[in-house]
């Protein structure tokens, strides 16, 4: 799977799926996420259990979606954080701001 794809487990909960890298997150990755994950006050889980592959294009995409939800005011929450997003995370400095559940 060379794109990644985001798909809804529940009425809070999403998945992604494959790689979140410099080669998959592109204007069109950029438009799928705003038309799925619409932060509107409404908590959301996002689940990146089933993430192939990781670089610092997917943690800069997470970093978007966490100040995304915090103008708009809506909780948002990880599950599932690959190893290799942590490591990234907390060379960069941001492993305080992925809230899990």
Known sequence: MSQ????????ETFEILGALTFKTIDKAALKL????????QQPIVIDLQKI???????????????????QQQTPLSFQ???QQLLALAKLS???????TV
């Open 52 to 70: 192939t592959n990781a670089d610092s294009a997917g943690l800069a995409l997470i970093i978007e979606w966490i100040k995304q939800a915090e």
């Open 4 to 11: 990644f794809q985001i798909e809804k487990k529940n009425t």
């Open 33 to 40: 996420c705003r038309q799925k994950l619409q932060f509107s």
């Open 93 to 99: 400095g941001f492993e305080h701001r992925l809230t």
């Open 80 to 82: 599932n954080i690959p």
